[in-house]
């Protein structure tokens, strides 16, 4: 499986991003997907995850009501709306595949794209 995300970019505090991950599987409907973050100097942390069916999001707190996650299967894409940016959003964000559960931990997440990077002035 390989994942390519892209979206990233320089947006003022504020402001909307959407990321795109596309991935390069027949299965891609099989997995659940997630997005993490790491901003310099910290540990990757986890953003949101979606199930393989879309019916079931999880968010962290400090980005809830804030981003959306989504899929579309037929693309055999995962999406991040990013809205209400903030300074602290600042960092480069992948996204992750899992064969199981669509959870908070990157332990569980089996493939690994490369990351893109979302800067937010303020």
């Known amino acids: 499986v390989q994942l390519q995300a892209s979206g990233g970019g320089l947006v003022q505090a504020g402001g909307s991003l959407r990321l795109s991950c596309a991935a390069s599987?027949?299965?891609?409907?099989?997995?659940?997907m997630g997005w993490f973050r790491q901003a310099p100097g910290k540990e990757r942390e986890f953003v949101a995850a979606i199930s393989w069916s879309g019916g079931s999001t999880y968010y962290a707190d400090s980005v809830k009501g804030r981003f959306t996650i989504s899929r579309d299967n037929a693309k055999n894409t995962v999406y991040l709306q990013m809205n209400r940016l903030k300074p602290e959003d600042t960092a480069v964000y992948s996204c992750?595949?899992?064969?199981?559960?669509?959870?908070?931990?990157?332990?569980?997440?089996?493939?690994w794209g490369q990351g893109t990077l979302v800067t937010v002035s303020s």
């Open positions: 599987v027949r299965t891609f409907s099989s997995y659940a």
């Open positions: 992750a595949a899992s064969k199981f559960l669509a959870t908070p931990e990157k332990e569980n997440y089996d493939y």
